[in-house]
């Protein structure tokens, strides 16, 4: 029913007054529903025209002059401005003014204004080019890092393989000692079961009789060595394919009770590894704020890559009274070093605890350090194997005539590979690793320290209780410790002649052979001045 039926029912059907109208007598008028729908759309669209005539004016009423009420034709080329025809011609504002028409300078304006658009969408379409390249380059990049990452755990895989295939071996020859010894051990019980029960179940007469048999037997077993039983242990060492192995080296200090009174300190022999040039710096009687209390400690660089790289060191302290490895005191840590710096541990160990906890001879009055370095990479032991190579080079070439220099820059020009240089970006945090410690009252756990000569520098670094970052003021002279026939402390030299201690054979070789060639040159040269 429409809604309209509703309305007209109630009043027809429930009004008194209206009782004599029945509601089948009314008739439906056709024409109703259409004058709603009217009603309705023009009810809706009214606020919207009401809203366009109040904001938006015919053009004509925008493009006339407000002098003259006139339609805009002229454009003033004097005055930059749109005028109408009277104002040109009789306003007397714009006499002997330029004038053009209006629509020439529109179209010109709008030619320019389009010029300037299109420039502006290509300057759009250009840099939306350089975010997508520069979107392209950032899945590149990503693609990249995704493709390094899956070549390493390839090859990290590979390496895990091969280590297992390692264990694998060791595990197979280590169970063959061990079934061979098992067999052995059980044939040697079950003849002493037989022996026993020999012993318990025979007569005095029979076990007579057998006496020569079981000693027969015995024999027989106990003529077979010991030796041949005992196996050369396996080594528990697995080869790294990732990081490269300690370099190591032992400091003897001999007569340490007479260092220790002198209070100097005290230098190793020179490490030479992969180029670089290392040695132990060690205070008999401490150093700065600890001097009588502990013994200082620390690891030097004297040669080495010209920028700071990080490197892994051990020091350890060897019990000398039991030969326990287990008892060693290892100090294990990675520093940034820089030629010249020196870093370690001012507390290594409480000095009258030493000869007390078997680490100082007291007979031989000797104590033991060792000390380990080495590069956290094969690929910054490479780096500084290339540079060391450089060196050389350089070294060579500066000791050769002006001919062999040609001839040895064509040798080296055919082999660019030689002359490549490695660089590498080291990390800056250290990360120590602690192992054997001693209990804490005997020595400082693992404070690691950059050696200085300032005793104010070793307050501070007491009182904070932090890495000291301090460079290190170098000395000009230097003791070194060497075994002489009387154990006492060897010569005294400088530190430049200390780097240069050592040089490779390859260098003595080129020296050598340098210098026979220069010789032999310079003699030519005199023979024929001679003769002329």
Not at 181 to 206: D, G, K, P, V
Not at 313 to 324: F, G, I, L, N, T
Not at 410 to 430: A, E, L, Q
Not at 432 to 446: A, G, L, Q
Request: hydrophobic share 30%; proline share 4%; charged share 25%.
């Amino acid at each position: 029913m429409h809604p309209g039926s509703q309305c007209m029912s109630f009043h027809v059907m429930d009004r008194d007054e209206r009782a004599s109208l029945h509601l089948h007598e009314l008739v439906n008028c056709r024409w109703v529903e259409e004058v709603t729908q009217q009603l309705d759309t023009l009810q809706s669209a009214l606020p919207t025209a009401l809203a366009g005539l109040g904001s938006a004016k015919p053009d004509s009423d925008r493009d006339k002059c407000l002098s003259h009420l006139e339609k805009l034709s002229v454009y003033c080329w004097t005055c930059r401005c749109c005028i109408c025809h009277q104002c040109a011609l009789w306003g007397g504002t714009h006499s002997g003014h330029l004038f053009k028409p209006l629509d020439e300078i529109y179209e010109q304006h709008v030619t320019q204004i389009k010029d300037e658009v299109a420039q502006l969408r290509r300057r759009l379409m250009e840099l939306i080019s350089i975010v997508q390249e520069v979107e392209r380059n950032v899945e590149t990049v990503r693609s990249a890092k995704e493709e390094r990452v899956r070549e390493i755990r390839s090859v990290v895989e590979s390496m895990i393989s091969r280590l297992d295939s390692q264990l694998k071996t060791k595990l197979l020859t280590l169970m063959g000692q061990k079934d061979s010894l098992t067999q052995e051990t059980e044939q040697l019980e079950h003849l002493l079961h037989e022996i026993e029960h020999q012993l318990h179940a025979c007569t005095r007469s029979e076990l007579i009789v057998k006496s020569n048999d079981l000693s027969r037997m015995i024999n027989g077993i106990r003529k077979k060595p010991m030796t041949s039983f005992v196996t050369p242990p396996v080594p528990a060492d697995f080869h790294s394919e990732i990081v490269p192995p300690y370099d190591s080296s032992t400091f003897i200090m001999y007569n340490f009770s007479q260092l220790q009174r002198k209070a100097d300190p005290v230098y190793s022999n020179p490490l030479q590894s992969k180029g670089l040039c290392w040695r132990l710096k060690v205070y008999p009687d401490g150093n700065g704020i600890v001097r009588g209390n502990y013994l200082s400690v620390f690891l030097e660089l004297t040669t080495g890559y010209p920028e700071t790289s990080k490197y892994e060191y051990r020091v350890e302290m060897v019990h000398q009274a039991s030969r326990d490895s287990s008892k060693n005191i290892i100090r294990e840590f990675a520093s940034d070093f820089e030629v010249g710096e020196c870093w370690g541990y001012n507390r290594f160990f409480r000095l009258d605890l030493l000869a007390s906890e078997g680490y100082l001879n007291v007979t031989l009055d000797t104590l033991v350090l060792r000390f380990q370095i080495r590069a956290p990479t094969f690929y910054q032991k490479c780096r500084d194997l290339q540079w060391y190579i450089n060196q050389i080079q350089s070294r060579s070439q500066s000791c050769l005539t002006p001919n062999e220099n040609k001839v040895q820059a064509t040798r080296f020009d055919s082999h660019p590979s030689v002359n490549g240089g490695i660089t590498s970006d080291v990390g800056t945090n250290p990360i120590p690793s602690t192992s054997h410690d001693c209990p804490p009252e005997k020595c400082v756990s693992s404070t690691i320290t950059k050696e200085a000569d300032s005793t104010k520098m070793e307050e501070e670094m007491d009182t904070s209780n932090n890495v000291a970052t301090t460079s290190v003021t170098p000395t000009n002279k230097i003791t070194l410790t060497s075994k002489s026939s009387n154990h006492s402390v060897g010569s005294t030299t400088s530190d430049s002649s200390i780097q240069t201690q050592q040089p490779l054979r390859y260098l003595e070789i080129t020296l050598t052979i340098s210098k026979s060639a220069t010789h032999r040159i310079r003699t030519e040269k005199r023979k024929e001045r001679t003769e002329a």
